[in-house]
C-alpha cells in the first residue's frame, strides 16, 4: 500500500463516526462491476451497489464514455428559461419507463432534492387548483426521505431528526410497518399488516381532508432496513388517498431503476402513485441525479394555471448535462443488458440464500423482496448497533461490502450479480455472524 498523500482531517465525513472511522479508516480507490479495490490493494465484493444506487454495476464502459463524450461537448447549459437536448430526451426515457400516465419529469440533483420537490409541487398542486389550505404533509415513522428539511419532517428515523428542532409544521406520520412478533423471516410481502394503512383514515378524521395536501411513503422501506409492504397496505394507502383528495407520493429512490425487478416499485405493487421520487439508479449513481415523475393531472394543473412561470422552483443543476448524458446511457444499458429482468429472474435465488441465515446466532429476522434483504440481529445489552458495526467491519475484512442501520445488516447488490456472487455474499455473513458473538 503506498503512503498516503492526503489528511483524512479536513473532510468532515457525512453519516459517519468521524473519529471512529479517521482512526482506522477503510477507502476505496477503484471499482468495476461488482467490485471495489481498497486501498490495500483487496477485491471488495459490493453487495450493497456503493449506497443502493450502483444498479448497472461499477465503472461501465458505455456510461464512462458517454460522460466523457458530454464533458467534451457541453459542459453546462441553463434550463432555467432554456435548454439542451439531454433532460428532454431523458424525461422522454424515464416516462415511456413509467407507469400509467406518471409521464412528467422534474429534475433534481439528488433523493433529498427530489422528496423536497415533490412536498412542494403537492402544496403548490392543491393551490393552484383553489385548495390552498391542504397544507398538512403525512410521512410515517421509520422513514428515510433524505436530509433536507422537507425530508427529515415527514422521514421518521429519529436520528436524523432529533437534533434539529422544530421542522415543518402540520406533518403527521403513520405507524410503520415491522413487527417481530408478526412477520419475523416472511419471504416478500408480510402477509399481516394491511390494517396499519386506516391509520390514514384517524388521521384525516382529526384533521378533515380538506387540509391535508399528501401522503409520501417508501414502498419498500430501505434505511431503516428493508421493511417490505403487507400485502394490501399499499392498495389501502391508495385507496384512502383517492377517496379524500389526497395525493400520495411514492418515494422511489432506492426501489426505482430494476431494485425489485421491475422499472418501478409501483409496477411491483400494481399501485400508481401521483409522483415518484427517484435519483440513486437513474444514473446508476456515476453522476449525482434526482428527480420527480409526476402524473399527468399533476403537471396539466399547472399548465391550465396562471400564464408565465408555472412553478417557482428549480436547481442550476437541474437536468445537468452530465447527468443526463450518464441517465440516458445508464437507461440503455439496463435495457441491453436486460438488467430488471436478471434481477427478476435471481429474486429467488437470493430469497432463499438471505433466508439460510435463520436460525444462526443472534440472527431475529431476514427479510427480502427483489434484490433487497435485510438481516437483522438482535442488540447487545445496552449497546445497540455494537453487533450490526462489528458485523459490517468483520465483512469488509473478509471482502465484502454491507450496510447497516443500527443491527440491521442491509444487501442490495448491483442487478448485473450472478448466483456465485449471490452464495458469497451470504456465505461470508453467514461466517461473519457465527464468529461474532
Ligand atoms: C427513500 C430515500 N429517499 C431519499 C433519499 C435521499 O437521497 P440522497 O442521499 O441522494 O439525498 C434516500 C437515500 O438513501 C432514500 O433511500
Known amino acids: 500500500m503506498s503512503p498516503r498523500d492526503y489528511d483524512l482531517e479536513p473532510f468532515w465525513m457525512p453519516f459517519t463516526a468521524n473519529r471512529q472511522f479517521k482512526a482506522a479508516p477503510r477507502i476505496l480507490v477503484s471499482a468495476k462491476d461488482m467490485h471495489y479495490t481498497s486501498e490495500d490493494g483487496r477485491k471488495i465484493l459490493d453487495s450493497t451497489a456503493g449506497l443502493w444506487c450502483v444498479n448497472a454495476g461499477h465503472c461501465r464502459d458505455s456510461i464512462v464514455r458517454a460522460i466523457k463524450q458530454q464533458a467534451g461537448t457541453l459542459d453546462f447549459a441553463p434550463t432555467f428559461q432554456m435548454g439542451h437536448p439531454g433532460p428532454f430526451r431523458l424525461a422522454q426515457s424515464i416516462a415511456q419507463l413509467a407507469p400509467a400516465d406518471l409521464d412528467h419529469v422534474f429534475f433534481a440533483n439528488s433523493g433529498s432534492e427530489a422528496v423536497d420537490t415533490a412536498l412542494k409541487i403537492a ?3 392543491h393551490r393552484i387548483r383553489g385548495e390552498g389550505q391542504r397544507t398538512r404533509l403525512i410521512g410515517r415513522e421509520r422513514a428515510y426521505h433524505g ?9 421518521g428515523m429519529t436520528p436524523n431528526r432529533k437534533t434539529f428542532g422544530a421542522m415543518l409544521p402540520g406533518v403527521d406520520h403513520l405507524p410503520h410497518t415491522h413487527n417481530l412478533e408478526k412477520m419475523a ?11 396499519l394503512a386506516d391509520d390514514l383514515e384517524r388521521i384525516v378524521a382529526l384533521h378533515d381532508a380538506s387540509n391535508i395536501a399528501a401522503v409520501i411513503v417508501e414502498p419498500v422501506q430501505g ?43 409501483a409496477d411491483y405493487f400494481g399501485v400508481v402513485p401521483d409522483m415518484i421520487t427517484f435519483a440513486k439508479g437513474v444514473t446508476s449513481a456515476t453522476v ?5 415523475i409526476a402524473r399527468k393531472h399533476v403537471y396539466d394543473a399547472f399548465m391550465a394555471g396562471p400564464e408565465g412561470i408555472e412553478l417557482f422552483h428549480g436547481y442550476t443543476y437541474s437536468g445537468h448535462p ?8 445508464t437507461l440503455a ?14 429474486a429467488s435465488y437470493f430469497e432463499d440464500a438471505a433466508h439460510s441465515l435463520v436460525g444462526l446466532p443472534n440472527v431475529v429476522d431476514v427479510r427480502n423482496i427483489g434484490l433487497m434483504a435485510g438481516i437483522e440481529l438482535a442488540p447487545r445489552g445496552g449497546k445497540p448497533g455494537a453487533r450490526g458495526y462489528e458485523a459490517l467491519l468483520r465483512c469488509f475484512e473478509a471482502g465484502l461490502l454491507t450496510r447497516t442501520t443500527g443491527d440491521t445488516l442491509a444487501c442490495s447488490p ?7 456472487q449471490i452464495d458469497e455474499i451470504f456465505g461470508t455473513i453467514a461466517k461473519v455472524i457465527k464468529e461474532i458473538s
Open 147 to 155: 436530509v433536507g428539511f422537507g425530508g427529515i419532517s415527514v422521514g
Open 288 to 292: 449525482p441525479m434526482g428527480g420527480v
Open 223 to 265: 434505511s431503516t432496513g428493508v421493511v417490505v409492504p403487507p400485502k394490501g397496505y399499499l392498495e389501502k394507502l391508495r385507496a384512502i388517498c383517492d377517496k379524500h383528495g389526497i395525493l400520495l407520493i411514492f418515494d422511489e429512490v432506492i426501489t426505482g431503476f430494476g431494485r425489485l425487478g421491475r422499472a418501478f416499485a
Open 414 to 420: 448491483p442487478l448485473m450479480v450472478n448466483k456465485a
Open 322 to 329: 452530465l447527468a443526463t448524458a450518464a441517465g440516458e446511457a
Open 185 to 195: 423471516n416472511s419471504r416478500g410481502q408480510p402477509e399481516w399488516g394491511a390494517h
Open 123 to 125: 402544496l403548490a398542486y
Open 333 to 346: 444499458l439496463y435495457h441491453e443488458e436486460q438488467l430488471f429482468a436478471n434481477a427478476a429472474s435471481l
